[in-house]
C-alpha cells in the first residue's frame, strides 16, 4: 500500500509540473515575441547609426549643403517679396540691384586676386 501512495504522489507531482510549465512555456513565448521585436529594433537603429557615422568618415554626408540651399532659397524669397513690396519703380530697383551685384562682384575679384600679406613661405624666417 505504500508503494501505491508513492506512486500517486508521483503522477500527481509529474502533473502538476508539466501543466506548470506548460502555462510558464505560453507566457514565455509571449514574452520571447518582445524581446525578440526590441533585439530587433535595436540592431535596426544600430545599424542606422553605423551607415550614418561610416558616411561621415568617408566624406560622403554634407549636411552643410542642405544649410546652404536653405539660406539661398531664403535668401531668393526674400529679394523677391522685397522687390514686390519695394516703394521704387520696377526700373530704378533693377537698376539698384544690378549695381550691387556689380560692386559685390568686383569685390569678391579683388579679394581672390589680391596675394596674403606677410607669409613669406618659409619656416621661421
Same mark, same amino acid.
Given at each position: 500500500?505504500?508503494?501505491?501512495?508513492?506512486?500517486?504522489?508521483?503522477?500527481?507531482?509529474?502533473? *502538476?509540473?508539466? &501543466?506548470?510549465?506548460?502555462?510558464?512555456?505560453?507566457?514565455?513565448?509571449?514574452?520571447?515575441?518582445?524581446?525578440?521585436?526590441?533585439?530587433?529594433? =535595436? &540592431?535596426?537603429?544600430?545599424?542606422?547609426?553605423?551607415?550614418?557615422?561610416?558616411?561621415?568618415?568617408?566624406?560622403?554626408?554634407?549636411?552643410?549643403?542642405? =544649410?546652404?540651399?536653405?539660406?539661398?532659397?531664403?535668401?531668393?524669397?526674400?529679394?523677391?517679396?522685397?522687390?514686390?513690396?519695394?516703394?521704387? *519703380?520696377?526700373?530704378? =530697383?533693377?537698376?539698384?540691384?544690378?549695381?550691387?551685384?556689380?560692386?559685390?562682384?568686383?569685390?569678391?575679384? *579683388?579679394?581672390? *586676386?589680391?596675394?596674403?600679406?606677410?607669409?613669406?613661405?618659409? &619656416?621661421?624666417?
Amino acid at each position: 500500500m505504500g508503494r501505491h501512495k508513492e506512486k500517486l504522489l508521483w503522477n500527481v507531482l509529474l502533473g *502538476s509540473s508539466v &501543466y506548470l510549465l506548460d502555462s510558464l512555456r505560453e507566457r514565455l513565448s509571449g514574452n520571447l515575441d518582445d524581446v525578440k521585436e526590441r533585439a530587433r529594433d =535595436t &540592431y535596426d537603429t544600430a545599424t542606422d547609426r553605423v551607415s550614418r557615422a561610416t558616411d561621415v568618415i568617408r566624406g560622403e554626408d554634407h549636411p552643410g549643403l542642405g =544649410t546652404a540651399a536653405a539660406i539661398l532659397i531664403g535668401v531668393g524669397i526674400g529679394v523677391g517679396v522685397g522687390m514686390l513690396l519695394a516703394p521704387a *519703380s520696377g526700373e530704378e =530697383t533693377r537698376s539698384n540691384l544690378a549695381e550691387k551685384v556689380q560692386d559685390f562682384g568686383s569685390k569678391i575679384r *579683388s579679394r581672390a *586676386s589680391s596675394e596674403p600679406t606677410g607669409a613669406t613661405g618659409t &619656416y621661421g624666417e
